[in-house]
């Protein structure tokens, strides 16, 4: 307490850790009180392992390197839920690319899948020659898929029962697809969409199955 009294931190620290690590924590606790520097919050959040409330409270312009402070230092169990974090903040400053970029590393398919359809629809909403729908949707498709393959998303129920953002992208671009011919190329798509069948895909396979058209070697039709 003197030496806190004639601001001698490094003194404090120096006697505290003579007497115990317990006194030492608590007189290095208080030594970052009395810093209020910002790598003092980084210091601390490693120090007690609260890195979230170092995302709460970074500045959103330094989203880089608060993305790599987790990368760093975080718990890996804690990754993904902290860079969903940092994207909901990033989401709510209007910083949308940085926020999809968030939700990738974190694995968030559905998220990210959203952002990108949504930026596909305003980019057609607002027209103009570079609004080109099909090879848009191409671009998301591609990311989209190997995203969802980098993730290990598989076939299976959603967690709450409901389709995911990629299913319903993977089905409607099947659709696109095989209404303009590329038959085999929209089956294999549909082969790929994770969680339970739809309806949509069924009638789209059957669709595809009854016209005929050669395919290459798939899963059995399904019956009448």
């Excluded at 806190?4 to 006697?15: Q, T």
């Excluded at 970074?58 to 994207?87: F, H, I, N, Q, S």
């Excluded at 899948?113 to 027209?127: K, P």
């Excluded at 080109?132 to 190997?146: D, H, P, R």
Aim: charge should be positive.
């Amino acid at each position: 307490d003197a030496c806190f009294a004639s601001g001698r931190m490094a003194d404090a620290l120096v006697i505290a850790n003579v007497f115990s690590s317990d006194l030492y924590n608590r007189t290095l606790q208080r030594y970052i009180s009395h810093r209020p520097r910002s790598y003092m919050h980084i210091l601390k959040a490693s120090m007690e392992g609260d890195w979230v409330s170092l995302v709460r409270s970074r500045p959103v312009g330094v989203w880089r390197e608060t993305l790599a402070l987790l990368a760093t230092y975080a718990d890996p169990g804690d990754w993904a839920t902290l860079c969903e974090a940092l994207a909901g903040r990033l989401a709510a400053a209007g910083m949308r690319h940085a926020s999809c970029l968030c939700h990738v590393v974190a694995g968030a398919v559905d998220a990210a899948v959203g952002h990108w359809t949504a930026s596909v629809r305003e980019a057609m909403a607002r027209g103009g020659p570079a609004a080109n729908g099909a090879a848009m949707m191409q671009s998301v498709i591609e990311k989209s898929v190997v995203l969802g393959l980098a993730a290990g998303v598989k076939k299976g129920a959603a967690a709450n029962g409901s389709r995911s953002a990629l299913s319903e992208l993977m089905t409607s671009y099947a659709g696109l697809l095989a209404s303009q011919g590329h038959l085999a190329t929209a089956l294999g798509y549909l082969e790929m969409v994770p969680g339970e069948a739809s309806t949509q895909v069924a009638v789209l396979k059957d669709r595809i199955y009854r016209s005929g058209a050669p395919l290459p070697h798939v899963s059995a039709a399904p019956r009448s």
